[in-house]
């Protein structure tokens, strides 16, 4: 049994890029509905009977259903993703300051450089300055 050859004449250039351009826009494709599912089971705003409605949707008929999601939903997943970024900075920052025993009091900061400033390592000038910057934040 002898199996036969592809050279570059059985399958032309252009076929090729058609075929990359069909597997990149059904790697979008799986990102975005990856995205989609994400962002409706992250969803605070919504409740169990909805998410399971648009992941019924999404599953039946997908390309109706992504349509749908990002035209009624879409606006705010930007948002959304927003928030939990900030909201893990500031779980990662409070649990940093935990572990390192430091605290963000602003009477304590200012506190440690007035003890700096009376062993004098800081000077009158820098202590002023440093106590600015601890105040303006």
């Known amino acids: 049994m002898t199996v036969p050859l592809i050279t570059n004449a059985s399958y032309p250039l252009l076929d090729v890029f058609w075929t990359l351009l069909w597997f990149f826009l059904w790697i979008l ?3 975005l509905l990856i995205r989609i599912v994400g962002d409706l089971f992250r969803s605070p705003d919504l409740g169990g009977g909805t998410k399971a409605a648009w992941l019924i949707l999404l599953i039946i008929f997908p390309l109706i259903g992504v349509l749908a999601y990002l035209i009624v939903r879409g606006g705010r997943m930007h948002e959304r993703e927003l928030r939990r970024a900030a909201a ?6 409070s649990y940093v300051q935990s572990a390192a025993g430091t605290s963000s009091s602003t009477a304590e900061e200012i506190g440690k450089l007035a003890d700096l ?13 440093e106590k ?3 105040l303006a934040h």
Not at 88 to 93: C, I, K, L, T
Not at 117 to 129: F, K, N, P, S, V
Request: charged fraction near 40%.
């Open 88 to 93: 893990a900075e500031d779980s990662f920052r």
């Open 117 to 129: 400033r009376d062993r004098g390592i800081l000077t009158e000038e820098e202590y002023q300055a």
């Open 29 to 31: 494709w799986i990102f």
């Open 132 to 134: 600015a910057r601890v």
